[in-house]
């Protein structure tokens, strides 16, 4: 990412305190990343807080549009993919910066009216050196437009993991990545405002789960990528699959709700 598209750059200790907490909620076993021990995939996430003033947010709890994502005039949200190659590993406790910039932007119209889509690229540097690149999809719809039909899940899959998201784990998977958009802890806003049936499960937390299975099975990655395809709606069953290097998950009802792909050292 050359200098002149860097719009933003954000320095983090990498708190082992803030790995700890993610270890719990998260109910990984043994003991969680201490300091100069490498971070789990995705556990970035968790690091890198922009946390904007009150007065500097929008009516769903996320900072208002304007800055580093153009304002597009779209209300409703969502994190639609992303991809990320791992050229290191992160280590706990050791200083990092992240530079984000905004690789594309786009409008388009669909059938429930205009669509904008922006990707976003993020690079992590650790004493001197690129460790970890990521692309973030994001996806602005109007306020009232429907869900799109979810694809059908993969056919076959060896069943890996099942679980179950609570209002607890949303409350503190928001704490921890200073998410404050409302549709993971106020429901009736989930409801009356963006047409959910209940709190919704964060995409990110979802990949995270994937992105964990994916790591047990393959080892240390070299990439992964993985796409949302429907929400998940928190107290639902959810299922997680594996077939070699693809990882999917189901909700209840067949619903595919994310696709990846990994690929180990």
């Known amino acids: 990412m050359g200098e002149a598209q860097t719009i933003q750059r954000v320095a983090d200790r990498l708190d082992p305190a803030r790995a700890a907490a993610l270890h719990a909620t998260l109910a990984r076993p043994g003991a969680p990343p201490e300091v100069g021990e490498p971070l789990p995939a995705f556990w970035h996430h968790i690091y890198f807080w922009d946390v904007a003033a009150p007065e500097a947010l929008g009516p769903d709890g996320h900072p208002a549009r304007g800055g580093l994502i153009p304002d597009f005039g779209l209300p409703r949200r969502m994190w639609a993919g992303g991809r990320l190659t791992f050229h290191a590993p992160l280590l706990c406790g050791v200083r990092a910066e992240r530079h984000s910039a905004v690789k594309s932007t786009a409008r388009k119209a669909?059938?429930?009216?205009?669509?904008a889509f922006v990707t976003l690229r993020h690079e992590i540097r650790q004493r001197g050196a690129l460790v970890l690149s990521e692309e973030q999809d994001l996806v602005y719809r109007p306020g009232n437009a429907p869900a799109?039909?979810?694809?059908?899940?993969?056919?076959?899959?060896?069943?890996?993991?099942?679980?179950?998201?609570?209002?607890?784990?949303?409350?503190?998977?928001?704490?921890?990545?200073?998410?404050?958009?409302?549709i993971h802890y106020d429901a009736d806003y989930a409801r009356e405002a963006e047409g959910y049936g209940g709190l919704v499960v964060h995409g990110p937390l979802l990949a995270q789960i994937l992105i964990g299975l994916a790591e047990a099975a393959l080892g240390p990655l070299t990439s992964f990528t993985f796409r949302a395809t429907a929400p998940v709606i928190v107290g639902e069953d959810m299922r997680f699959f594996r077939n070699e290097g693809a990882f999917w998950a189901v909700a209840p009802g067949g619903r595919l709700a994310m696709t990846a792909e990994a690929q180990g050292c």
């Open 110 to 115: 669909g059938r429930s009216g205009a669509l």
């Open 148 to 182: 799109a039909l979810p694809p059908l899940p993969p056919q076959g899959g060896a069943p890996q993991a099942t679980r179950r998201f609570d209002s607890t784990a949303l409350f503190r998977y928001s704490a921890l990545t200073m998410n404050g958009h409302r």
